[in-house]
């Protein structure tokens, strides 16, 4: 099974700030990851596949980057509603896994 | 507009059954792989099965393998999980996902998670 790590648990971050949010993977899954976002509540959301490419209706100020087993999710300036937990998935191999999560709140 | 909507969450005791369904709309649902996912209260998502778009091909978490049971039924555009053995761990939100393929540069098809359903929960508890 391929372990996802991502770091920081926590990110503190200021309205207006970049976000770098980090996905490893155990072993390399190519360009198969994607991201999601969560909110209290609510159903996980497709922001990007295939390591960098945004989903339908996703702001530009998200973007992903990394191949192999190093993965970025940057949120270039946030906004209120981007406060969130994001999760990184590899759709490579069998299972399909997640990474703990990394939970973005307001400093 | 793609909704997925799932039902069939409630309380169970350990060693019960329960049978979760998710309905679909807005998209040919014939046409799609799906899956099960499932979120622990406070805790991270966890996949636990899919299914292929015709039903022929079916993969389980070693979680659930044995216990659970995916199915669907494309002439009613639902979606099922069927739950035995239930255990105390099996306590989750239970979210059914829309498979989207992506293609990669040698061709080869993968498969994410495009569109979630708002989960329905499950708890196992005496």
């Known amino acids: 099974e391929i372990v996802m790590t991502q770091s920081p648990a926590t990110l503190s971050v200021s309205p207006g700030e970049r976000a770098t949010l980090s996905c490893r993977a155990s072993?390399?899954?190519?360009?198969?990851l994607a991201w999601y976002q969560q909110k209290p509540g609510q159903a996980p959301r497709l922001l990007i596949y295939g390591a960098s490419t945004r989903a339908t209706g996703i702001p530009a100020r998200f973007s992903g980057s990394g191949s192999g087993t190093e993965f970025t999710l940057t949120i270039s300036s946030l906004q209120s509603e981007d406060f969130a937990v994001y999760y990184c998935?590899?759709?490579?191999?069998?299972?399909?896994?997640f990474g703990q999560g990394t939970k973005v709140e307001i400093k | 507009e793609v909704q997925l909507v799932e039902s069939g969450g409630g309380l169970v005791k350990p060693g019960g059954s329960l049978r979760l369904s998710c309905a679909v709309s807005?998209?040919?649902?014939?046409?799609?792989?799906m899956n099960w996912v499932r979120q622990a209260p406070g805790k991270g998502l966890e996949w636990v099965s899919s299914?292929?778009?015709?039903?022929?091909?079916?993969y389980y978490a070693d979680s659930v393998k044995g216990r659970f049971t995916i199915s669907r039924d494309n002439a009613k555009n639902s979606l099922y999980l069927q739950m035995t053995s239930l255990r105390a761990e099996d306590t989750a939100v239970y979210y059914c996902?829309?498979?989207?393929?992506?293609?990669?540069?040698?061709?080869?098809?993968?498969?994410?998670?495009?569109?979630w359903g708002q989960g329905t929960l499950v708890t196992v508890s005496s």
């Open positions: 072993q390399s899954v190519s360009s198969n």
């Open positions: 299914i292929s778009n015709s039903g022929s091909y079916i």
């Open positions: 998935q590899q759709y490579n191999n069998w299972p399909k896994t």
């Open positions: 996902a829309r498979s989207a393929p992506f293609v990669d540069y040698g061709g080869k098809t993968y498969y994410y998670f495009d569109y």
């Open positions: 807005g998209f040919t649902f014939s046409s799609y792989n």
